[in-house]
């Protein structure tokens, strides 16, 4: 008897959370030809792009529904916009900032939160960034990205206030802050999940960066201290899926790749009695082309017993740019090309760039970011002893 309630619990849970949801974007200051809703899942689809169910000329306000379908699935939203006097070559987003505890809180995406049914905003001013690497109309070209900046308020006691408060939760993101180690961070992640066991925001950057963090163990602690709905929600199973299919030895699995250039297949690892790093990247990756100086300082040190090793994910359509690119760069090091999502699910690379430094006897590997000072010291004290 009790299990059937707790089946019916479950069900009538995720009936509440799959339901359709309704938000209204009011601006004041600022009006637009179009603006569009961008859904981000978790699912294959990635991003959903929503037109606007009706728009109020008087209030200057645009209405979206987004449908049950995809509110399951459903990370993150956030608002792109529209001009007929737009210029070429240029990406158009809306961010918002909000004041909170005199501190200033800088918004691009929204986590769902049926709590929150409108968001009124004032706009602030306009940034432009140009000779920026952006996805244009299908290409990846050099541009530039324009924000328009909106001030909106921070509602007690909702998603967003989490959001506000935890707003680098991703583990990719701790780089943000060298002061505090990969313990630390997981530390305050499972502090911040225990104070806030039923947040979909907490939930979703968990499902945001599973690959991040390194072990299964570490992730798992982190999930289990999410309330039961939460962790039988859609996105609680597809963590819990991961989990279950989370390799439990860290050693490396060296496969065969095509080399930039030279079809025939090469070991990713060639040389396994010095230290490699494999870094996943691709020609479409803006973090990715940031990170060229640090790896180029890395390699210049010239340590006798590293090996740099690029694994480019990029697929057919776009390898002539990674080709591009490392040309353009001068990239001195190996570079190998996937061309075969199966590599990706082998070592779990669902985000870039991603780093692993394999110890000599390639039997043992630690998932690194060299942007982090307390990885890079770390990786330092291995190739000087």
């Known amino acids: 008897m009790r299990y059937k309630i707790l089946l019916i619990l479950i069900c009538v849970a995720n009936i509440i959370e799959s339901r359709?949801?309704?938000?209204?974007?009011?601006?004041?200051?600022?009006?637009?030809?179009?603006?569009?809703?961008?859904?981000?899942?978790?699912?294959?689809?990635?991003?959903?792009?929503?037109?606007?169910?009706?728009?109020?000329?008087?209030?200057?306000?645009?209405?979206?529904?987004?449908?049950?379908?995809?509110?399951?699935?459903?990370?993150?939203?956030?608002?792109?916009?529209?001009?007929?006097?737009?210029?070429?070559?240029?990406?158009?987003?809306?961010?918002?900032?909000?004041?909170?505890?005199?501190?200033?809180?800088?918004?691009?995406?929204?986590?769902?939160?049926?709590?929150?049914?409108?968001?009124?905003?004032?706009?602030?001013n306009t940034l432009v960034y140009d000779n920026q690497f952006i996805k244009y109309k299908g290409k990846n070209i050099i541009g530039s990205y324009q924000e328009d900046l909106f001030l909106i308020p921070c509602p007690k006691n909702t998603e967003l206030e989490i959001q506000s408060k935890f707003s680098f939760f991703k583990f990719y993101d701790y780089t943000r802050n060298v002061q505090l180690s990969y313990g630390e961070n997981l530390i305050n992640y499972i502090n911040a999940v225990n104070n806030y066991p039923n947040s979909r925001y907490l939930l979703s950057e968990v499902a945001g960066s599973l690959t991040s963090y390194k072990s299964k163990g570490d992730l798992l602690n982190v999930f289990t201290n999410f309330s039961s709905e939460q962790k039988h929600s859609y996105i609680g199973q597809k963590i819990n899926n991961f989990i279950d299919k989370y390799p439990s030895s860290s050693e490396f699995s060296n496969m065969k790749l095509s080399w930039w250039g030279i079809d025939k297949p090469k070991p990713i690892i060639e040389d396994t009695t010095k230290y490699n790093l494999i870094v996943f990247s691709a020609s479409w990756c803006g973090p990715c082309h940031k990170l060229i100086p640090d790896l180029k300082n890395l390699y210049n040190k010239e340590y006798k017993n590293l090996i740099i090793t690029y694994v480019s994910i990029d697929k057919a359509e776009t390898v002539k740019a990674w080709n591009d690119l490392m040309q353009k760069e001068n990239i001195p090091w190996r570079s190998l090309i996937t061309r075969d999502a199966k590599v990706e699910e082998l070592y779990f690379v669902y985000a870039i760039p991603k780093m692993f430094f394999v110890y000599p006897g390639a039997k043992k590997m630690m998932e690194v970011d060299i942007r982090n000072i307390k990885d890079l010291e770390k990786m330092t004290n291995l190739l000087q002893n």
């Open 20 to 124: 359709e949801y309704n938000i209204k974007l009011i601006l004041t200051g600022k009006r637009y030809d179009n603006i569009y809703l961008v859904a981000t899942t978790i699912s294959p689809e990635g991003k959903n792009v929503i037109s606007s169910s009706s728009y109020d000329k008087h209030e200057n306000s645009w209405t979206f529904n987004i449908p049950d379908t995809i509110t399951e699935k459903l990370i993150s939203f956030n608002f792109i916009f529209e001009n007929k006097n737009e210029n070429k070559n240029t990406l158009y987003h809306i961010y918002f900032k909000s004041l909170t505890n005199n501190d200033t809180i800088k918004y691009f995406s929204f986590p769902l939160d049926y709590k929150i049914k409108t968001i009124r905003a004032s706009y602030i």
